[in-house]
């Protein structure tokens, strides 16, 4: 019988359980955004999880919108992330990377030479950043020309190569959340005229490119894809219909043969029954592994699976402070409270140090 706690193979890749670790942008990058030391630790504790999915991280320095987050697009890059990878697996874990583009959400200190961000349009998002001087308001992007795009879908496929160098188990692409893939799938954000904009197998074009290159360069079988359909994050206003956008990406995205889909029911880190949507019917489009996100608890998680309503469960805030999820899950254990004053940036304290159930809670 399938439960949460049952192996899955997905694509090319084994998991002992079902419970995954989500992206989780913490912000803790050193120079040259480059994953710190803490973050060897940091995964290596959560290694019990059936899969880590890593925190987001840029495809290329025009791709990154935050003070501090990783990058997996050069030499120093890999071989960082790569005493990650070897730390996970010597705990018998598995781990892809997430390739991260934000667009429009970013600022131009953050931005190579101080250029403006890049996205579907030049209409600046209504949301915030943070830089060095904190939060402040995201800059003003430029639409891609149409002769950028195969340049960027080529970082895509660089950085997919980059991953697997570093000892990544895979990637998940990330299509979510209001960063460039999905500024280019809503047609509330995309106001483009060219063959990227307008209708819907236009504005899904970006994210099936995408998808090609990446699956092209690593295999279908360790390349993922992260959705958020219905999410507003990052002043991402609903598309006018949705699910005939996500359900025709998924079927032109059917022949590579990806490793899983993860999909954010409702609003990300919010409602679940933020906006309607037929998950159900979403699903019917794609023969592989399901996995479902957003404000999954115990019994919601082992119901999912057990019914066969998803293969995967991603479990995000929780598996900040319970580095032993999996057998809190498993034992129905208590969970340990977040702190959320140290979610983004600083060192060990709310990263490296939450307790185990074999570890005394310190104050």
């Known amino acids: 019988m399938r439960t949460l706690f049952s192996p899955l193979r997905v694509g090319e890749i084994d998991l002992a359980n079902r419970i995954v670790m989500a992206p989780l942008t913490r912000n803790r990058a050193a120079p040259g955004q480059v994953p710190s030391t803490l973050a060897i630790d940091y995964y290596r504790q959560r290694a019990t999880a059936g ?27 890999v071989a960082a992330w790569q005493r990650i990878t070897t730390a996970v697996h010597a705990e018998g874990g ?24 890049v996205s579907s349009t030049a209409r600046r998002a209504d949301t915030k950043t943070f830089t060095s001087n904190g939060f402040v308001d995201v800059s003003t992007p430029r639409a891609l020309r149409t002769d950028e795009i195969p340049a960027l ?22 299509g979510a959340n209001g960063y460039l893939i999905e500024q280019f799938l809503r047609d509330s954000i995309n106001d483009r005229s060219d063959e990227y904009g307008g209708s819907i197998a236009n504005r899904a074009r970006l ?9 092209g360069e690593i295999g279908g079988g360790r390349t993922g894809l992260r959705l958020s359909p219905v999410t507003p994050a990052n002043d991402a206003a609903q598309d006018s219909n949705p699910q005939a956008l996500f359900e025709h990406a998924l079927t032109q995205l059917a022949p590579l043969q990806l490793a899983f889909i993860e999909v954010v029911e409702g609003q990300t880190a919010g409602p679940r029954d933020f906006a309607p949507f037929d998950y159900a019917a979403l699903r019917s489009r794609f023969n592989g592994p399901w996995m479902v996100n957003n404000g999954y608890q115990r019994q919601m ?5 057990a019914t066969g309503a998803a293969d995967l469960v991603s479990f995000g805030r929780p598996f900040i402070c319970n580095p ?23 060192g060990a304290k709310g990263y490296t140090d939450y307790p ?8």
């Open 153 to 174: 879908i080529a970082s895509y496929r660089h950085a997919a190569r980059c991953a697997l160098d570093a000892g990544f188990d895979g990637v998940e692409v990330h």
């Open 94 to 117: 598995r781990m892809v990377a997430q390739l991260w583009h934000v667009g429009r959400i970013s600022h131009v200190s953050l931005q190579p030479e101080g250029q403006a961000p």
């Open 207 to 215: 994210l099936v490119e995408v998808m090609q290159a990446v699956a």
């Open 324 to 346: 032993d999820l999996v057998r809190r899950l498993r034992e129905n254990a208590a969970w340990n409270a977040l702190d959320p004053s140290t979610l983004y940036g600083g």
């Open 51 to 77: 899969l880590i999915i890593s925190e987001a991280t840029q495809i290329s320095p025009a791709g990154q919108g935050y003070l501090d987050t990783p990058g997996i697009y050069n030499a120093e890059q």
């Open 301 to 305: 998680a082992l119901d999912a699976v």
């Open 356 to 363: 185990t159930l074999d570890e005394p809670v310190t104050a």
